[in-house]
């Protein structure tokens, strides 16, 4: 069936409702071309979210999501009490030439992307350099203890053995995968032995793992709404379908995931603490969800994300603990823990599914890279892993809490900001009086001119954004520079005019 296409009369914009991309990216895209192509003159008048919104059919929050992006990126400006307008300082190079051919239109020249390759591209922008405050997921690399590191490479490689230097085994460095896996037993409750631990270079090359191995393309795929775009992308290069199904206070919501999933293979879950929003799964929806996957004859992936941090009480258990069929695929990572270019992650598999995936393993990537697994194998077999988390767990939570008091005394009518038992970032919600005025695009923004980093909450949802706010990442900014940050934040949207 092909897809059903809308027209807006007041501006030549076409959107898809049967498209992967979202309603406001795709917006977004059509009025950007009109831009770059001349069609839209500089200074040229947009019609109001309003009347653009009646006319395509689509909520007003999705044109104004749509505008904000635009409004960020400085292709329109906003004029107060006039709407908004086509920028008029746009650089002369940039503007007139003729649009760029849709990837997705047949046509495969040396500059087109392929139908897939423009899903992948449009799930994140491109990279950029990221301060410390307020980026999620960033460890506070300056606590770590790098002599004991250096002293346990140096060890490994200063007589290594003729082992190491040749190809590898494809589930990686045995002594590792042992130790990963009286970690997992003794920390998270996962239930396997070393055979069923694979090492893998992070956790969405396990998750495209995975999917490669589990699924046909075509297949359905459920998706965390928001979830981690590192999913959507990997699970999208393996040519999955996405069915997104909403998250609340308890978790994936199982019962509307069934609703929307006619027949799914895959159905991946940060059940631990769920990414962008926090939240734990509850029992009795892992309970669910256990139950579910084995009437539908379908793979639950676990995403293990930030489990370590937990600040009330011990980790919660895995779901993978919990399985008794056979089912959970187990994911976790090293990167976030200890450092971002350590680039080492593990899945768990099934015991039955061991020598699928390690031939899989062969075929795509052959081995993981054998350069730091001596020395995180020492690291966690002599203790020093396990102190290490340890004493993040009490520095980060003391970050918290000062993110979360300096927030209610300095922005209360710009953010609303409330502590989590777990993590190393809280999803803020902007305020009423702020998100009337812009969006949690042009918000993000904003506060980065003046050199602070906070990702908006909507660019993780993959439909329509249901909350704005920011992503505050506190784990790498020292406590008594909180207040100082949060300061600059704060100065910056309230001095933003009003859209």
């Not at 038992?421 to 998100?435: E, I, K, N, Q, V």
């Not at 909350?467 to 100065?491: I, N, S, T």
């Amino acid at each position: 069936m092909s897809p059903r296409v809308d027209h807006a009369a007041l501006l030549p914009i076409l959107i898809e409702r049967d498209e992967t991309r979202p309603l406001h990216r795709q917006i977004y895209e059509e009025i950007q071309g009109l831009i770059l192509s001349g069609r839209l003159g500089r200074g040229a008048r947009l019609p109001s979210s309003r009347a653009l919104a009646a006319e395509l059919g689509v909520s007003r929050n999705t044109v104004a999501a749509a505008f904000d992006q635009l409004l960020a990126e400085g292709y329109i400006e906003g004029r107060v009490g006039a709407g908004s307008f086509v920028a008029s300082d746009l650089p002369e190079e940039g503007v007139g030439t003729p649009p760029r051919p849709d990837p997705a239109a047949g046509s495969k020249g040396p500059g087109n992307l392929s139908r897939r390759g423009a899903m992948l591209a449009a799930i994140t922008g491109g990279h950029r350099r990221r301060s410390p405050a307020f980026t999620p997921g960033l460890p506070d690399m300056t606590a770590f203890p790098f002599e004991i590191w250096s002293r346990l490479m140096a060890k490994a490689w200063r007589h290594p053995p003729a082992s190491l230097l040749m190809h590898g085994d494809p589930a990686g460095y045995a002594p590792l995968r042992r130790a990963i896996a009286g970690y997992l037993a003794t920390a998270r409750g996962v239930r396997c032995d070393a055979d069923q631990v694979i090492v893998v270079a992070g956790a969405q090359q396990a998750i495209g793992l995975a999917a490669h191995v589990l699924t046909d393309e075509g297949e359905e795929a459920v998706v965390e709404d928001p979830g981690y775009p590192g999913v959507r992308g990997a699970l999208l290069a393996a040519g999955l379908k996405l069915v997104h199904a909403p998250v609340d206070s308890e978790g994936l919501v199982v019962s509307e995931a069934a609703l929307r999933a006619a027949a799914p293979r895959l159905i991946c879950v940060a059940p631990s603490h769920q990414y962008p929003l926090g939240v734990t799964m509850s029992l009795a929806r892992r309970l669910q969800l256990l139950d579910w996957a084995q009437r539908a004859d379908a793979w639950v992936v676990e995403d293990d994300y930030d489990s370590e941090y937990r600040y009330l009480g011990r980790p919660l258990a895995a779901l993978q603990g919990m399985d008794r069929a056979g089912r959970v695929v187990y994911v976790g990572s090293f990167s976030k823990v200890l450092f971002p270019s350590l680039r080492v992650g593990y899945l768990v598999v099934p015991e039955a599914l061991v020598d699928s995936f390690l031939r899989a393993r062969r075929a795509l990537d052959d081995h993981p890279s054998s350069v730091a697994q001596p020395a995180l194998t020492a690291f966690i077999e002599e203790g020093h892993f396990a102190a290490h988390i340890r004493r993040m767990r009490k520095l980060y939570a003391g970050r918290q809490a000062a993110l979360v008091e300096a927030a209610e005394r300095i922005l209360p009518d710009l953010v609303r900001v409330e502590a989590s038992p777990s993590g190393m970032h809280l999803a803020s919600r902007l305020m009423p009086d702020l998100r009337a005025r812009m969006g949690d695009v042009e918000a993000a923004a904003t506060i980065a001119a003046r050199g602070i980093t906070a990702l908006p909450l909507s660019g993780t949802y993959a439909q329509e954004p249901a909350e704005h706010g920011l992503l505050l990442g506190y784990a790498a900014v020292p406590a008594e520079e909180m207040a100082g940050k949060l300061a600059r934040m704060a100065e910056a949207l309230r001095a933003a005019a009003p859209r």
